[in-house]
DNA sequence: ATCAGTGCAAACGATTTGCACCTCG
DNA sequence: CGAGGTGCAAATCGTTTGCACTGAT
């Protein structure tokens, strides 16, 4: 069940078991993973270091292979490996699940270059919102308090 | 040439002076800001504790007054005013200038609703890419090294 | 007067870095 | 063999929190 194919090596990058691990572990991910749960993942056996982790993770970034990303309103940083494309995640503003959504608006009309003189060659896009067991949970718990202001509407 | 006007107070927000300074700040800002930038622009005078711009961040993002971001990559916190309806902007990967973007894509056709159940409250929109100046400084500098493997592209 | 708001400083957690050793190529 | 990679531990840095005090209603 964790089970995905391996990615081609990136370019130019040292072969090390360390790193071969990380490599493993965002394969088999189905999502962004943050360093700690990254490190989770690893056997323990590997006597691999955070901070090796951390170097690691770089090193990848540099080679164009990951991208490092964070969720709103969190400041822990996600990594998640270039697959052919990009990806965008629904996420639960409730339990933070990330699900994936199937396509990229813009895969088909490409984001104007609106800014003057600016050149896009990247861009992200996150839905915040509720998964249906959330959604079930806060109508259930209406009227203990009088929650907070809604968020501003998308 | 740092003049905006003040928005109204965020109704049911007890006003106290270093709140006030804060909520300026931000009004006066054409930007998020991190906390960091926005304690450079208080007074030194007021005597404002960090913590306190901490709190007061977080008891105005409670009340819906203001989004608490992260730029791709970075893993401190930004922080804007909920202006009506949202914004997005175009950054700079090299100078970190962040370009409002003039339209959401969205304000039109709202985005699906694709993850099935998940129900879509808000949205975060972010292009990333080059500026002018640092495009053409780019092009300048080519060749001085074989630079790192571009993005993955949007 | 009363309770939320604030300053100060210590606590925390994520990320980075210096250094000596080990490994890949 | 040599450059680069790694483990370990200490150092940073942004953010949070406990506590005593001040200010707004």
Redesign the interface.
């Known amino acids: 069940m964790e089970e995905k194919k391996l990615l081609p090596w990136p370019s130019?990058l040292k072969r090390t078991k360390p790193r071969e691990l990380v490599w493993e572990a965002l394969c088999a991910a189905d999502r962004p993973l943050s360093v700690t749960e990254l490190f989770a993942r690893l056997e323990p056996s590997s006597g691999m270091a955070v901070s090796t982790v951390y170097r690691v993770l770089t090193a990848l970034?540099?080679?164009?292979?990951v991208?490092?990303?964070?969720m709103?309103?969190?400041?822990?940083?996600l990594f998640a490996l270039?697959r052919g494309?990009?990806k965008h995640y629904?996420i639960?503003?409730a339990c933070h699940r990330q699900?994936?959504?199937?396509?990229c608006?813009?895969e088909t009309a490409?984001?104007?270059?609106?800014?003057?003189?600016?050149?896009?060659?990247?861009?992200?896009?996150?839905?915040?919102?509720?998964?249906?067991e959330c959604?079930k949970k806060r109508r259930e718990a209406r009227g203990t308090n009088g929650g907070?202001?809604?968020?501003?509407?998308?």
Chains 1, 2 share one sequence.
């Open positions: 130019g970034e540099e080679h164009g292979a991208t490092k990303t964070t709103m309103g969190e400041e822990i940083a270039n494309g990009h629904a639960c503003l699900v994936p959504v199937r396509h608006p813009f490409p984001v104007e270059t609106e800014a003057e003189g600016f050149t896009v060659t990247n861009h992200r896009l996150e839905l915040y919102g509720y998964c249906r959604l907070p202001a809604p968020s501003n509407p998308a």
